[in-house]
Nanobody, 126 residues
Framework: QVQLVESGGALVQAGGSLRLSCAAS????????MAWIRQAQGKEREFVAA????????YYADSAKGRFTISRDNTKNTVYLEMNSLTPEDTAGYYC???????????????????WGQGTQVTVSS
């Protein structure tokens, strides 16, 4: 079992930045692929970024490339999402997810992830 708790969501103006955190407990996540998935109201869930357990491999959605950075600190059992140049289109609930069963590169599909946090809301005003 892996418990995930997100934090860092807020209301921010367009062009601003936020750093989301995902604290894991229940087991060490140093070998587990982790991802950030978002869902805007009335829209489908959307993959944002993923990171391999070691941190060596990362993937980003096209909408996140160049603006968002996923990272992890395995000594703290925590994964981060640094978001810059935010736009109103980034407004969504952001969820952290873990995929303990995956070996190698992380998945870029939300359905692959077995454990999810409760989410943190990011709202970007124009």
């Amino acid at each position: 079992q892996v418990q995930l708790v997100e934090s860092g969501g807020a209301l921010v103006q367009a062009g601003g930045s936020l750093r989301l955190s995902c604290a894991a407990s229940g087991r060490t996540v140093s070998s587990i692929a982790m991802a950030w998935i978002r869902q805007a109201q009335g829209k489908e869930r959307e993959f944002v970024a993923a990171i391999q357990g070691s941190g060596r491999i990362t993937y980003y959605a096209d909408s996140a490339k160049g603006r968002f950075t996923i990272s992890r600190d395995n000594t703290k059992n925590t994964v981060y999402l640094e978001m810059n140049s935010l736009t109103p289109e980034d407004t969504a609930g952001y969820y952290c997810a873990a995929d303990p069963g995956r070996i190698g590169a992380p998945a870029r599909i939300g359905a692959s992830y077995d454990y999810w946090g409760q989410g943190t809301q990011v709202t970007v005003s124009s």
